[in-house]
């Protein structure tokens, strides 16, 4: 089984996990070996600036100018991308290299949610592996459990903490009772997130992930575009306190769902109650969950970005295809996998977490209230809540288990309402 | 890649596991047929007793009297082994089934535990699979996790709970305040417990799955004989009442940990500080965490027994065969595991809980302390509270960091003192 043959790889980006990448096989180097009974070589690497001090020793490797020409490189068997982007060079090396008959390990999420079909298909007519673990919650091999470890069951469920600065945020929110944008900040100002933190805060990244989570789980095509996402930007400090005194957490949650309605796909803040596992998923770390109808709820956790994990991803898939084990990419050949038909969120039944800032003058609770009851949401809590300096006040419901579309009907009929200062909050309640 | 030859089973024991294989393939027959690329179709059955009523149509699968001989069957390509037990029949089929050339599945930690290196040594002679995931914590896919998840990383620790009996117990201590006799008894009553519970109580299962558990994550050879298991008899209310005043839950962890001073294997109750995730694994759930040097922390969850769940992990090994998705059983050839020595535990260095019953007059105290001092353990915190009806009171003690050699002197030094009542109760915190 063993053999001397290495695997030989060709690196295109050498940013923080590219690196991570070189260092990670250079200290296990010996392990690896004998892990996947040859050894793993880098030989060829290329990236925009040769000259950029990136603390690993690159002289080693054949250095090529031209991207695109990695998936040519004679020297490689696989090709690992690194670069980012749904489009644009990454996609023209993904598509070039499974085209030269080369295995492809990519951490891509953006490219995956809008060419990941194309791709499996080309590397399924090339009979070449096409992996990528590190695309979804870093390090957590959450891909292989669901395409492998659950593959045993239907899957009626796939949900998680899909981004980690979403999370670190809305922890940081917690632990300080600090609003968003100050703790947004914060972390920008500590590298935790981008300077522009649109596509992490706004949902975009978690609806990549989940858009491949749920083609593997439930065998259907990628559906990126029917994804509905929101992201953590309007969630305030008194959210995160009116869900704690209710025994829940906020937390941004990536929730795909397959029924007889269709597939269901949404990134979108979250009350979870305080003894599920996600609850206790704090700061940047990722988790998933997938519920099968044999092994019951499987929970997955642990760090879902940075160097260091998104690196033992890349590496366990250049493993795997070291030691010949693996097949096709969404768990079953391109083939198979049916086109789904996107689920009316109307249709779901669900309790809801409102909250309203609101005039503290009178007749606004009855104006609330009349909405609910028109829109036959029927409410199990509402609490009325503090006076801010400009005389505004929060008014937080809980409501009964009521379909999706009467909770928009009573936010419709309150839109433009003159008690109302600003947007109104809603989030879903896990179930 | 799709091809229409079936992969053909034959499955030996058709006890709760056994019958819930059968209901998977059936309920999931379409599913899995995509999913691995061809059917996955059970072609006989062995079991003790024939006339059973099982609750699925037997009829279907021939019928093999001599459990020994569905090795030599014809018709199977892979021999499923539930009947459970170290040796006896279990392990004449499984020799026997390598040796023909088939591929082996089972669901059996103790069998592995004591013959794994021989039959994973068989099994890459006859270059045929050997697979095993059910045999620890149930449906989580632990195995694959560090066989192919994590495999890019040097492991420093890998421990959980692994036994659900010890747990429920526990968590149901825990939860209602009550002694453990009186919860076993009632988990007995309810079909939670075997009525000759040792196995699961004093840790043997534990130390089974944790013994498998480490030779994969540290590259060595099985080495059951070296793990130090402890059940959870010696926990009363008492111990988990002031683990949480201190801020930790009682859970029974097996820990193994590789270091320049051997292979450390236990399986032991321990204090989980409250924001660990092992410290919200209730009820019978199992959940195993691998620190790796890139990925860091893992936490996996799920259910770590019953028939679907069990069931779930035995067929996923099943579709990895089917897909030829397959290699050396412990992560690497079996010539390449070194032979591990067995780490000295006093050498470890950690904090302690130390519980003792004592007698309720002058100077217990000061003789606890003086113990304590002699072998030079700090002591960090000290409770007595209660007196008993037979004029007994408890000591809860937590130590500072010390070498569990000082602290074993410690606890020397007190023994068959008059102050005590019955053997003190020492407990490791999680670090």
């Not at 690896?32 to 600036?49: K, L, Q, Y």
């Not at 045993?152 to 980690?164: K, P």
């Not at 503090?386 to 288990?401: D, L, M, N, Q, Y």
Request: glycine share 12%.
């Amino acid at each position: 089984m063993t053999t001397t043959t290495p695997l030989r790889v060709a690196l295109a980006g050498l940013g923080t996990v590219g690196g991570g990448v070189i260092r990670l096989l250079d200290a296990n180097r010996d392990l690896i070996t004998r892990r996947a009974g040859r050894p793993i070589e880098i030989v060829a690497v290329s990236a925009r600036d040769r000259s950029k001090d990136r603390g690993v020793d690159l002289d080693r490797f054949a250095w090529i100018d031209d991207t695109r020409a990695l998936a040519d490189h004679d020297g490689a068997d696989v090709v690992v991308e690194l670069i980012g982007g749904s489009d644009g060079p990454a996609l023209t090396l993904a598509r070039a290299t499974l085209a030269a008959g080369k295995g492809f390990v990519t951490a891509n999420k953006a490219m995956l949610a809008h060419h990941g079909l194309e791709l499996a298909q080309a590397a399924e007519a090339a009979r070449v592996p096409l992996k990528f673990e590190a695309a979804v919650a870093g390090g957590i091999p959450v891909i292989k459990g669901l395409r492998e470890g659950a593959a045993a069951n239907a899957i009626a469920r796939v949900y998680g903490i899909l981004n980690g600065t979403c999370n670190f945020i809305l922890s940081k929110m917690e632990a300080e009772g600090r609003d968003f944008a100050e703790v947004l900040a914060e972390a920008q100002a500590l590298g935790y997130a981008e300077s522009d933190p649109s596509f992490d805060i706004d949902g975009v990244d978690a609806a990549h992930k989940l858009s491949i989570l749920a083609s593997i789980a439930f065998g259907t095509q990628p559906a990126f575009a029917d994804v509905s996402a929101t992201g953590v930007r309007h969630v305030i400090a008194a959210d995160i306190a009116e869900a704690a005194a209710l025994g829940y957490k906020v937390r941004l949650v990536g929730v795909a769902e397959d029924g007889p309605g269709g597939l269901f796909q949404r990134v979108h803040p979250h009350l979870v109650p305080i003894d599920h596992p996600l609850a206790h998923v704090t700061g940047s770390l990722n988790a998933v969950v997938a519920e099968g109808n044999f092994v019951g709820r499987l929970f997955f956790q642990g760090a879902g970005a940075g160097d260091g994990p998104t690196a033992s991803a890349v590496v366990a898939d250049l493993i795997d295809i070291a030691r010949g084990e693996y097949g096709a990419p969404y768990a079953m050949p391109a083939a198979a996998l049916t086109a789904p038909s996107r689920a009316d969120s109307g249709e779901r039944r669900g309790r809801a977490y409102l909250r309203f800032t609101v005039q503290d003058k009178v007749g606004v609770l009855a104006e609330i209230a009349a909405a609910m009851r028109d829109a036959g949401v029927s409410i199990e809590s509402l609490i009325q809540r503090g006076v801010t300096a400009e005389g505004s006040a929060i008014v937080a419901i809980v409501t009964h288990e009521a379909p999706e579309r009467s909770v928009a009907q009573a936010l419709e009929k309150l839109r433009g309402s003159q008690s109302l200062a600003g947007q109104p909050m809603w989030m879903h309640i896990l179930g």
